[in-house]
């Protein structure tokens, strides 16, 4: 399907693409770039790339499928040094958390070149970072969501599907926008949550006793709480009016659990916790479009 892929972020989201794209046949040999040499080095010496790039526009060079693996907020001045390097052909994709910002980075930095580039969020991801834990394995059965922008041109949109399709992905197609505010409410605020519900924990003084008592429920709710920091700081700024939205929701429904507790009214705590218990009992996963 492609002859090389350029990589830009030799670290896990990166890595796990490039292994299940050559396991899978799409790809003949990848080029890699990372921030920190180290990474692209240490992505070579595990047989994840064929070539350390020296840079990202020489990952890009002579690539017919390039791929961001970088902080959203490192997307703009990426493809603005990727771009004299681009072949006329070449499909770009990235796999950043928000997307609403990535594409008005990508008219900004590609200019009419915009229309190469395919805005992607795979719905999958570990609280582990790094080359070392790419996995060939992390895409299979996962959600992807692909947002093109009115540059984007429709067959780059086409081969993009059938790319994530033969990864064993199943497909989504939104606008930039509508993904923003939809993980904003079910991916970042619940980040954001889990984030402030361990600082609150660990400000108190018997924070650390309480920690040591904790069982599988606190394991289950804090999981997402270990996530990359310098990740997660760009994601919630990225898209901070969609979480801020989310956050009064919140606040809204933790008033309305607290004046229940305060007035010790058990008919009134009882529906609120029945409503959110029925609700996730029959959620049972994604809604995969298949």
């Given at each position: 399907m492609f002859e090389r892929l350029g990589l830009i972020g030799c670290g896990l989201m990166g890595g796990s693409f490039a292994l299940a794209a050559r396991r899978a046949g799409l790809v003949q040999r990848v080029a890699g770039h990372s921030k920190s040499p180290a990474s692209a080095h240490r992505a070579h010496e595990l047989g994840v790339i064929d070539e350390v790039a020296d840079s990202a526009a020489q990952a890009a060079a002579g690539a017919d499928l390039v791929l961001l693996a970088v902080p959203v907020a490192a997307t703009e001045a990426t493809l603005r040094a990727i771009r004299p390097a681009?072949?006329?052909?070449?499909?770009?994709?990235?796999?950043g958390s928000t997307k609403a910002d990535v594409a008005a980075a990508a008219r900004r930095a590609l200019g009419d070149q915009a229309r190469q580039f395919v805005p992607c969020h795979p719905i999958t991801g570990r609280e582990v970072a790094g080359v070392e834990h790419a996995d060939a394995n992390l895409y299979r059965g996962t959600q992807v969501i692909v947002t093109p922008t009115d540059d984007t041109q429709v067959a780059r949109v086409e081969r993009t599907v059938a790319l994530w399709r033969a990864l064993g992905c199943h497909v989504v197609e939104l606008s930039p926008e509508a993904h923003d505010a939809a993980l904003a409410a079910v991916s970042h605020l619940p980040h954001l949550l889990a984030f402030a519900f361990m600082n609150g924990l660990l400000a108190q003084p018997d924070g650390g006793r309480s920690l040591a008592l904790?069982?599988?429920?606190?394991?289950?709710?804090?999981r997402i709480a270990a996530g990359d920091p310098s990740l997660w700081r760009d994601v919630l700024l990225a898209n901070r009016d969609e979480v801020g939205a989310q956050l009064?929701?919140?606040?809204?429904?933790?008033?309305?659990?607290?004046?229940?507790?305060?007035?010790?009214?058990a008919d009134a705590l009882e529906p609120l916790i029945r409503r959110a218990s029925a609700a996730r009992a029959a959620w049972g996963g994604p809604a995969i479009a298949r």
């Open positions: 681009l072949r006329p052909d070449a499909l770009i994709l990235d796999v904790a069982g599988p429920g606190f394991r289950d709710f804090t009064r929701h919140f606040q809204q429904a933790l008033t309305e659990f607290e004046q229940a507790l305060a007035a010790g009214r």
